[in-house]
């Protein structure tokens, strides 16, 4: 106090150039302050300069009334999944005359359809056919894969399979991806999502393959959804299950198809050989997602608490893992 | 000097504001500041990559390139990768705690097709584990029951489309795109010719010959590096399954120091089990210092010969996994 009381008395008779000396010093001294701040300064979004502002992911679920799941058995996958949807009333029920489709899959590894570590090309093509045959407008397929984009959608045949039924393959750049935050959870907060091919769709679609996976235990429909995050995803491996779970509360999809015609029970996420695949024949096809997973669990054998992510997700309000809840329809392909 | 005038009393006050504004922007950046978002963790950690770009994607070649390996009927598709502890994970994503949980140092792969058909291609990743004992254990951890031995080294066998082996210390994957017979000739070549360039791929384990055979299921071997059977201390565990007529069990080995330190880690063990809802029982004629307890249904015995410590683990049937023990306890005597 004695400090500040004896430096304002230094201001008695000051003189117009002592005041200008001491008036440049302090803007000078601020403009360096700030300089220095704003060099440290890092915006919330990856891109250089880019927006402060949070990007949110729409619903894109069609509603309450329509809230099913569809499990079909049978090796083509063509006819499984279109049985799979006419159990839920036929494709019309969700996709319209104009829509504008967006289809993510799983297409993170360079890797042959035949080790089934990615979605299968002949689905995705079924997909995007019958997305046309309901009126869609257009058809993306997508996905923000761990390996080289470029390589992963050439080498899983899910490029030339999307391509040839009609779809646009969008693969990502970085000035696809915008900060989101999932409001009221802890960790997807201002996170680079790949946002751009779903900021004018109107219906979202998730395909998947059930897969062992060596840190969560199972990759499926939800964690189909970590193919959106942008960054270093991998921060995110030690709370793998809360982050899956939230995934699934920021994307709310038109409906999910998971792919159990064979099933990866083991070395997953990448599998590799054959062997690893178990011929399970089962399409499901659900507006559920936690429904859906759970019927993939017991494709790879595998009780709930051993995946704490789709209890969490339950939880959480987000889906049912009570299948006959939801009426399932099912019927077989010969 | 004490103030007494008005603008002094006004300077004096705006000073003291100045300094409680200023006060008050410190603690609100200390509190922001305690709030991490990961987001800020992984963006640093990204910029801080980007400016070494070359620990993965092209890198210059060593002195001999997987390249040479491919015989004339492959054509490279795609420049060598390197991977390093940091950037594994971006290759093969959440399989790569494995690696890394059995001391991984780098991964070298590179894609090659088929000059005759194009269509068919394979991946070749080399796993280098450090020494012969992680890259053991890593193709171990992940061995397919159904995969057919290859002579062609000790630890090595082949599925439908894909080839597995130790070769030193590279822990080898040859994945292919489809179950061709080209493509399987085509594998087989390049890790032959592999085997010519690496001399150590004939390197034997010396401990997977101290289980009996009597009962072993051929080329169940296998060696868990940490925390074997969730239990810290056990380091470097050697495990063979056995088939006991009416079911299977598995049977353990390690090796400590000297005896005194096997047979404090014979008790650890066993308290470690009962603290975890073990029983302890009784099983007459076992070796010395061997320890039965019952948990989740399963017996457990673990004993020490020598530096040894071995048992069984989770075994269905209890005079059965005994008599496993017993020949195990023999076998080890015999190799001191």
């Given at each position: 106090m004695v400090f500040v009381t004896s430096f304002l008395e230094m201001g008695e008779g000051i003189t117009r150039r002592e005041f200008l000396v001491r008036f440049g010093s302090a803007a000078a001294a601020s403009a360096l302050v700030a300089g220095v701040g704003r060099t440290l300064y890092r915006p919330p979004?990856?891109?250089?300069?880019?927006?402060?502002t949070s990007f949110s992911v729409r619903d894109f679920s069609v509603g309450p009334e329509i809230n099913g799941i569809s499990i079909m058995t049978g090796s083509d996958r063509a006819r499984t999944f279109s049985g799979a949807v006419e159990g839920l009333g036929g494709i019309g029920r969700f996709i319209e005359k104009g829509d504008r489709v967006v289809i993510k899959v799983n297409a993170a590894f360079a890797a042959p359809p035949a080790v089934g570590a990615t979605t299968h090309p002949e689905l995705v093509a079924e997909v995007v056919r019958l997305c046309y045959r309901a009126g869609a407008e257009r058809v993306v397929v997508t996905d923000n894969p761990i390996n080289d984009p470029y390589a992963c959608f050439q080498l899983t045949g899910i490029g030339r399979a999307a391509e040839s039924a009609g779809a646009r393959v969008v693969l990502p750049k970085p000035e696809f991806f915008r900060p989101v935050t999932l409001a009221g959870e802890r960790l997807i907060r201002a996170w680079p999502v790949l946002f751009d091919p779903l900021r004018e769709a109107t219906k979202l679609i998730g395909v998947a393959p059930v897969k062992d996976h060596h840190r969560s235990g199972a990759s499926m429909t939800m964690k189909n959804?970590?193919?959106l995050l942008g960054g270093r995803w991998n921060v995110f491996h030690q709370q793998i299950h809360a982050i899956i779970a939230e995934l699934a509360a920021l994307v709310r999809p038109t409906f999910v198809v998971l792919d159990?015609?064979?099933?990866?029970?083991?070395?997953?996420?990448?599998?590799?050989?054959?062997?690893?695949?178990?011929?399970?024949n089962t399409m499901i096809v659900s507006t559920d997602q936690v429904a859906a997973d759970t019927a993939g669990a017991a494709l790879l054998g595998r009780p709930l608490s051993a995946l704490p992510f789709i209890t969490q997700a339950a939880a959480a309000g987000l889906?049912?893992?009570?299948?006959?809840s939801l009426k399932p329809f099912r019927d077989r392909v010969l | 000097m004490p103030c007494t005038q008005p603008k002094n009393a006004a300077r004096f006050c705006v000073g003291v504001a100045v300094l409680l504004c200023l006060g008050l922007f410190s603690i609100w950046v200390l509190v922001t500041q305690s709030r991490l978002n990961p987001a800020v963790i992984a963006l640093l950690h990204a910029s801080n990559l980007s400016s070494s770009?070359?620990?993965?994607?092209?890198v210059p070649q060593p002195a001999w390139s997987v390249a040479t390996l491919a015989a004339p009927d492959l054509m490279a598709m795609s420049a060598p990768e390197e991977f390093d502890r940091e950037t594994l994970a971006d290759k093969i994503d959440g399989k790569a705690d494995l690696y890394l949980a059995c001391n991984f140092e780098k991964l070298r792969c590179q894609r090659f097709s088929l000059v005759k058909n194009p269509e068919e291609w394979l991946e070749w990743f080399e796993y280098d584990m450090g020494n012969v004992y992680n890259a053991f254990a890593v193709f171990s951890l992940q061995r397919r029951a159904e995969g057919q031995r290859v002579e062609l080294m000790p630890y090595a066998y082949r599925t439908r489309n894909a080839l597995f082996c130790v070769a030193g210390k590279y822990y080898v994957e040859v994945i292919g795109s489809s179950t061709g017979e080209d493509l399987a000739v085509a594998i087989m070549a390049m890790v032959s010719r592999y085997v010519s360039l690496h001399p150590d791929s004939h390197h034997e384990i010396p401990e997977v010959n101290l289980f009996c055979e009597e009962g072993l299921i051929p080329d169940s071997f296998a060696l868990q590096v940490s925390t074997a059977f969730g239990f810290e201390k056990f380091r470097n565990v050697f495990t063979a399954e056995y088939n006991l007529g009416n079911g299977e069990c598995l049977a353990f080995l390690t090796r400590e120091a000297n005896p005194e330190s096997a047979a404090e880690l014979t008790r650890s063990y066993g308290q470690f089990l009962i603290a975890n809802g073990g029983k302890v029982s009784e099983i007459s004629n076992l070796p010395g210092d061997a320890v039965t307890i019952e948990l989740f249904g399963g017996t457990e015995i673990v004993f020490s010969i020598g530096p040894f410590v071995a048992g069984v683990h989770a075994a269905d049937n209890g005079l059965a996994a005994a008599a496993v023990v017993n020949n195990l306890a023999e076998c080890l005597r015999k190799s001191l």
């Open positions: 979004s990856t891109r250089p300069g880019g927006e402060a959804w970590y193919g159990g015609t064979v099933t990866m029970v083991s070395n997953g996420p990448t599998g590799g050989s054959i062997d690893d695949l178990r011929p399970t889906g049912t893992t009570d299948l006959e | 770009e070359e620990v993965h994607g092209v």
